[in-house]
C-alpha cells in the first residue's frame, strides 16, 4: 500500500495542525511550570494531547477527530483562565493555540479524505512516496 503524498490546502492545514498542536503543548507545559501543580494535574493537562500523537504521525484521520474533540476541553479551561486574568499573556497564547488546531485539524479531515478518496492519478503512483 502506497501512501499518497499531501498537495494543496490539505498540506497547508496538515503543517498549521501541527504546528498549533505545539504550541498548546508549549502553553500548557508553561502554565505548568508557572503554578506548579502536583504530578496528576501534570498527567491530566499533558495526557490528552500526547495521546493522540501516534494516530497523528500515521495519518489516522480518527486521531485527527478526536484530537478536535478533546481540544474542546482546553477551549472551556482556557476561557475560564481568560475571564479570571484577561492581562495574562499565557491563556491569549493558548486560546489562539487551541482554536487554531481545531479549525485547521477540522479542515485537514476535511481535505484529507477527499484527497484519498479521489481517484490515483499516474503522476501520484509514480511518487517515491
Known amino acids: 500500500m502506497t501512501v499518497r503524498a499531501r498537495r494543496g490546502a490539505s498540506l497547508w492545514t496538515w503543517w498549521l495542525t501541527w504546528l498549533s498542536w505545539g504550541l ?3 502553553q500548557q507545559v508553561a502554565d505548568l511550570f508557572q503554578f506548579q501543580p502536583p504530578w ?3 498527567l491530566g493537562k499533558l ?3 500526547l495521546l493522540f500523537l501516534p494516530g497523528m504521525s500515521r495519518d489516522r484521520l480518527r486521531s485527527f477527530i ?16 481568560l475571564f479570571a486574568t484577561p492581562q495574562a499573556v499565557l491563556p ?12 485547521s485539524a477540522m479542515f485537514y479531515v476535511r481535505w484529507r479524505a477527499r484527497e484519498l478518496q479521489s481517484p490515483v492519478t499516474a503522476n501520484e503512483s509514480e511518487s517515491p512516496e
Do not use: D, H, K, Q
Not at 74 to 81: A, C, D, S
Not at 92 to 103: D, E, K, P
Open 47 to 49: 495526557l490528552p494531547l
Open 66 to 81: 478526536w484530537l478536535c474533540f478533546v481540544s474542546l476541553l482546553y477551549f472551556i479551561t482556557l476561557v475560564e483562565r
Open 40 to 42: 496528576i494535574i501534570w
Open 24 to 26: 498548546l503543548l508549549f
Open 92 to 103: 491569549w497564547l493558548g486560546m489562539v493555540a487551541v482554536v487554531t488546531l481545531f479549525c
